[in-house]
Nanobody, 125 residues
Framework: QLQLVESGGGLVQSGGSLRLSCTAS???????IGWFRQVPGKEREAVSC????????DSAASVKDRFTISRDNAKNTVYLQMNSLKPEDTAVYYC???????????????????WGQGTQVTVSS
């Protein structure tokens, strides 16, 4: 059973940066990875995803110019570099994994089977 652990969350001032990590218990090579975020009382929102080979990336319009997803399969880790953070980025951030054979990476949370426990990101104004 694949296990995912997120880290790197915390409290940062508006305009600051954080790098989230999603580390897996086994080889991630065949898995597409997605980052999602959720605020209490709201639906989980797609942030960014990366295909298993790193060749295809998709990001939400609200973060496209500020957040960068990347992966290091040798370390079984996917990163989310978050720059120019805004208070509205405050949420619990989750990474998710799914083994797929189709091109691209899904932005719909229902497409992912494996999930981490989440890491809190708080951006103060």
């Amino acid at each position: 059973q694949l296990q995912l652990v997120e880290s790197g969350g915390g409290l940062v001032q508006s305009g600051g940066s954080l790098r989230l990590s999603c580390t897996a218990s086994e080889d991630l090579y065949y898995f597409d990875i997605g980052w999602f975020r959720q605020v209490p009382g709201k639906e989980r929102e797609a942030v960014s995803c990366i295909s298993h080979d790193g060749n295809e990336i998709d990001s939400a319009a609200s973060v496209k110019d500020r957040f960068t997803i990347s992966r290091d399969n040798a370390k079984n880790t996917v990163y989310l570099q978050m720059n120019s953070l805004k208070p509205e980025d405050t949420a619990v951030y989750y990474c998710a994994a799914e083994s797929r054979v189709t091109p691209g990476c899904p932005q719909d949370s229902i497409e992912y089977y494996y999930w981490g426990q989440g890491t809190q990101v708080t951006v103060s104004s």
